[in-house]
């Protein structure tokens, strides 16, 4: 079992940012591929982000693409999101997820979870 905390997530204006971070104390990433997700009230969880162990490759959703950027430290201990270029429809809370197979877009596929860290941008 992973236990993963996420953290940096808050209320921002519309245009602002945010850099939110997922760590799994005691371990490191080095064996998982990794991925961020977002659920907004009402609405399915969906994927917004993922890079492969390697750190060497990333994929995004369209919603995203250009506004976000993830990553993770050199010692592969933290997941990063950074935020730019925030819009109201970003708002939902936000997961990390760990997968021991190759990076995915469906959740169901990811092994461990967060707890998830609320994002709220207002218009």
């Known amino acids: 079992q992973v236990r993963m905390v996420e953290s940096g997530g808050g209320l921002v204006q519309t245009g602002g940012s945010l850099r939110l971070s997922c760590t799994a104390p005691g371990r490191t990433f080095s064996s998982y591929d990794m991925a961020w997700f977002r659920q907004a009230p009402g609405k399915e969880r969906e994927f917004v982000a993922a890079i492969i162990r390697s750190g060497s490759s990333t994929n995004y959703a369209d919603s995203v693409r250009g506004r976000f950027a993830i990553s993770r430290d050199s010692a592969r201990t933290t997941l990063f999101l950074q935020m730019n270029s925030l819009k109201p429809e970003d708002t939902a809370v936000y997961y990390c997820?760990?997968?021991?197979?190759?990076?995915?877009?469906?959740?169901?596929?990811?092994?461990?979870w967060g707890q998830g860290t609320q994002v709220t941008v207002a218009s």
């Open positions: 997820a760990a997968r021991g197979g190759l990076a995915t877009e469906e959740k169901h596929l990811y092994d461990y």
